[in-house]
């Protein structure tokens, strides 16, 4: 999942309007950066034959779930800003990655070439997560042996005690964050170690504060994106 996105105004705006509003924006440099990411992300469909660049709204999921109206529409994370903060970034070897709203699954193929023990996806569509599966059946046997997608609500996934690095692209709104922070936190408590938090379009950063204390943070940006890292 990803951030929210109003479909009508998305279908207002046209590529030279959002061209013109990102150069005026982000500036030439940024705007080219996300040029750049949107051709590879269609290459990558195109070489993998996956179903990851379609975004997907809410009310064209056909079922129904009590956080449903919580949840933001799927829009996959541009794999040039995703592997730039990834290569940033130091875990350890034995590290295991957790995206919250993994929709498609294109972070979880991503997250698969980048040396983690194990990838799991936490997804609560039934819809999503059947596209998910096929496209983790594509990609490859050998990375595809990684990822573990799990079809359930985030608030109610129990972490296991060597999941470290977290993944959210402001998949959802506060109430359903706070549910899974506390998760994080409980998890925490049972068993104490190093963890990573990565937030892509940080519209709820400071619920993290609240929800975990005050934690070391750094700032990144790439093409249209703002990302906030945490590490406890």
């Given at each position: 999942?990803?951030?929210?996105?109003?479909?009508?105004?998305?279908?207002?705006?046209?590529?030279?309007?959002?061209?013109?509003?990102?150069?005026?924006?982000?500036?030439?440099?940024?705007?080219?950066?996300?040029?750049?990411?949107?051709?590879?992300?269609?290459?990558?469909?195109?070489?993998?034959?996956?179903?990851?660049?379609?975004?997907?709204?809410?009310?064209?999921?056909?079922?129904?779930?009590?956080?449903?109206?919580?949840?933001?529409?799927?829009?996959?994370?541009?794999?040039?800003?995703?592997?730039?903060?990834?290569?940033?970034?130091?875990f350890p070897q034995d590290s295991v990655f957790v995206d919250y709203g993994?929709?498609?699954?294109?972070?979880?193929?991503?997250?698969?070439?980048?040396?983690?023990?194990?990838?799991?996806?936490?997804?609560?569509?039934?819809?999503?997560?059947?596209?998910?599966?096929?496209?983790?059946?594509?990609?490859?046997?050998?990375?595809?042996?990684?990822?573990?997608?799990?079809?359930?609500?985030?608030?109610?996934?129990?972490?296991?005690?060597?999941?470290?690095?977290?993944?959210?692209?402001?998949?959802?709104?506060?109430?359903?964050?706070?549910?899974?922070?506390?998760?994080?936190?409980?998890?925490?408590?049972?068993?104490?170690?190093?963890?990573?938090?990565?937030?892509?379009?940080?519209?709820?950063?400071?619920?993290?504060?609240?929800?975990?204390?005050?934690?070391?943070?750094?700032?990144?940006?790439?093409?249209?994106?703002?990302?906030?890292?945490?590490?406890?």
């Open positions: 999942m990803s951030a929210t996105v109003s479909k009508k105004k998305h279908k207002q705006a046209g590529p030279v309007a959002r061209l013109l509003r990102s150069l005026h924006e982000q500036g030439m440099r940024r705007t080219l950066q996300s040029a750049l990411s949107i051709a590879e992300d269609w290459v990558f469909d195109w070489r993998h034959a996956t179903d990851t660049v379609s975004r997907v709204y809410q009310v064209e999921l056909d079922f129904e779930h009590p956080n449903k109206a919580s949840a933001h529409p799927y829009i996959p994370t541009r794999g040039r800003a995703f592997r730039k903060l990834l290569s940033s970034l130091t993994s929709g498609k699954g294109k972070v979880l193929l991503l997250a698969s070439k980048l040396g983690f023990r194990r990838v799991v996806g936490i997804e609560y569509s039934p819809e999503l997560h059947e596209v998910a599966v096929a496209n983790i059946r594509r990609y490859g046997a050998t990375d595809a042996s990684l990822i573990e997608p799990v079809c359930c609500d985030a608030t109610e996934y129990v972490l296991r005690d060597d999941e470290n690095a977290f993944y959210f692209f402001n998949p959802f709104e506060l109430d359903v964050l706070q549910g899974v922070l506390r998760q994080i936190k409980d998890s925490l408590g049972r068993h104490r170690r190093k963890i990573w938090i990565i937030y892509f379009d940080p519209r709820f950063k400071e619920a993290f504060e609240k929800g975990l204390g005050a934690w070391q943070t750094q700032m990144f940006t790439y093409g249209g994106y703002e990302v906030v890292v945490l590490e406890n």
